[in-house]
T-cell receptor
Framework: AQTVTQSQPEMSVQEAETVTLSCTYD???????LFWYKQPPSRQMILVIR??????QNATENRFSVNFQKAAKSFSLKISDSQLGDTAMYFC????????????FGQGTTLQVKP | DAGVTQSPTHLIKTRGQQVTLRCSPK?????VSWYQQALGQGPQFIFQ???????QRGNFPDRFSGHQFPNYSSELNVNALLLGDSALYLC????????????????FGPGTRLLVL
């Protein structure tokens, strides 16, 4: 069975600074997808970024980038130039290839961006 | 383009009752997955529907059941409610397959907050 672990329950960062959220996972699969989702207090889960395991290049979406280390089973999220609107709970999630829709989530990290 | 919608937004029930939650997928999506999110926790996969059949199921008891309609909308039913069923219930949709490969990105609805007293 796959598991996802987020070891930082809460983090804070000053506006305009950079913060990194950690995620590790455990799987015996070789083909899979990894995601970071953001859940603001409004509770709508929003996709931030995704990574296909077969791609060595780290995914980037504007101010968000990941550091994907397949051998170490690590998938961290870096948020650059943090904005107040980035305040939310962030979830790391795993999905096995061939099992569309069955996401396995970590426990989440609450990020507070301070002015 | 309408996103994923869920109803109701909030619901209060008492132990032993039954509840039905509803979800309409994003336009163009035919697959619906349901998740349970306890307070302060990550969502847990309940089950998934495609072509009106349950395709995958997580580790949830038979009290949790579902249905998918021909228009791809879906219902989640929970019987004999327990206090521990209090949670945010999220629905997510995706196209089952596009261009011969599975679509891997889930789009989530705003959820239904269920409180069991």
């Amino acid at each position: 069975a796959q598991t996802v672990t987020q070891s930082q329950p809460e983090m804070s960062v000053q506006e305009a600074e950079t913060v990194t959220l950690s995620c590790t996972y455990d799987t015996s699969e070789n083909n899979y997808y990894l995601f970071w989702y953001k859940q603001p207090p409004s509770r709508q889960m929003i996709l931030v970024i995704r990574q296909e395991a077969y791609k060595q290049q780290n995914a980037t979406e504007n101010r968000f980038s990941v550091n994907f280390q397949k051998a170490a089973k690590s998938f961290s999220l870096k948020i650059s130039d943090s904005q107040l609107g980035d305040t939310a709970m962030y979830f790391c999630a795993f999905m096995k290839h061939g099992a569309p829709g069955k996401l396995i989530f970590g426990q989440g990290t609450t990020l507070q961006v301070k002015p | 383009d309408a996103g994923v919608t869920q109803s109701p937004t909030h619901l209060i029930k008492t132990r032993g009752q039954q509840v039905t939650l509803r979800c309409s997928p994003k336009s163009g999506h035919d697959t619906v997955s349901w998740y349970q999110q306890a307070l302060g926790q990550g969502p847990q996969f309940i089950f998934q529907y495609y072509e009106e059949e349950e395709r995958q199921r997580g580790n949830f008891p038979d009290r949790f059941s579902g249905h998918q309609f021909p228009n791809y909308s879906s219902e989640l039913n929970v019987n004999a409610l327990l206090l521990g069923d209090s949670a945010l219930y999220l629905c997510a949709s995706t196209p089952w397959a596009s261009g011969g490969r599975y679509q891997e990105t889930q789009y989530f609805g705003p959820g239904t907050r269920l409180l069991v007293l």
